[in-house]
């Protein structure tokens, strides 16, 4: 009798990423936890058109490039965060859509999804933000969610 072959696991992480100071400190625990465990990291951020409403004029969207804007807010909080050389082994992808089901999306095939708080201090920072509270209910994965800021994240260290 044989047995079957062994089936190879990539370990992955996806985090939410949005350049703020949560998105950092989630970035941060998610690059930890993926050189504790073996696992690759992926910065995730999506972006949309913003809805505006009784808008005198016409807007000329062309003028903005909404895609190119996330790149670099990706690529920037990767580079802070990891530093420039540990940078490079972060991967990120930019989705067009909602941030809450690009974030679940991504979390189909991964081992966790690590989200930042987005509460404001005393009672709201034991509040999830909306896309949090989605990811925690939907998700594919388990979901890791990560308050205070990386600056705090690191004195708590």
């Not at 990423?17 to 998610?30: F, N, R, Y």
């Not at 800021?149 to 004195?155: G, I």
Request: charge should be negative; charged fraction near 15%.
């Amino acid at each position: 009798m044989t047995s079957p072959p062994e089936e190879r696991h990539d370990h992955r992480i996806v985090v939410g990423v949005d350049g703020s100071a949560s998105s950092k400190a989630a970035l941060a625990w998610a690059i930890e936890q993926g050189r504790l465990t073996g696992a690759a990291v992926e910065a995730v951020i999506a972006w949309e058109l913003p809805a505006f409403y009784g808008y005198p004029g016409p807007m000329a969207w062309s003028d903005f490039n909404f895609e190119e804007l996330a790149t670099k807010v990706v690529t920037d909080t990767i580079a802070e965060v990891a530093g420039a050389k540990a940078a490079a082994a972060v991967r990120y992808k930019v989705l067009g859509g909602n941030a809450a089901q690009a974030l679940l999306s991504e979390s189909v095939g991964a081992d966790l999804l690590v989200v930042g708080s987005r509460g404001h201090g005393g009672f709201a920072e034991a509040l999830l933000g909306s896309i949090g509270q989605h990811c925690v209910h939907h998700a594919a994965c388990p979901v890791v969610v990560i308050r205070g800021s990386a600056d705090r994240q690191q004195q708590q260290g």
